[in-house]
Nanobody, 114 residues
Framework: QVQLVESGGGLVQPGGSLSLSCIAPGSIFHNKIMAWYRQAPEKARERVAIIGPSGTESYAPSVKDRFVISRDNAENTVHLRLNTLKPEDTGVYYC????????WGQGTQVTVSS
């Protein structure tokens, strides 16, 4: 049962920006670790950014200094701002929360192409 709902994907030119959002029920958002993963065609799913309940962030080296993760605890929402996009950023972006169980959204497509 999908409880995390992503939005904001789309087609963007290299060098452009996008903002993704993920809204979740409080039961799988409050005091939970939230993250964004992505999966490119024929590649394994990889974590791109993670944020703890108090706002501590961490990023994959490939997106550090380009992507920004944030959370709004009043709105049960986690955001991902994607800047200076590259073609290799193309993929399906998934929202994720834990613990104790893994919770995944259905994904939103991001395509970076001229």
């Amino acid at each position: 049962q999908v409880q995390l709902v992503e939005s904001g994907g789309g087609l963007v030119q290299p060098g452009g920006s996008l903002s993704l959002s993920c809204i979740a029920p409080g039961s799988i958002f409050h005091n939970k670790i939230m993250a964004w993963y992505r999966q490119a065609p024929e590649k394994a799913r990889e974590r791109v950014a993670i944020i703890g309940p108090s706002g501590t962030e961490s990023y994959a080296p490939s997106v550090k200094d380009r992507f920004v993760i944030s959370r709004d605890n009043a709105e049960n929402t986690v955001h991902l701002r994607l800047n200076t996009l590259k073609p290799e950023d193309t993929g399906v972006y998934y929202c994720y929360s834990f613990p104790p169980q893994d919770n995944w959204g259905q994904g939103t497509q991001v395509t970076v192409s001229s």
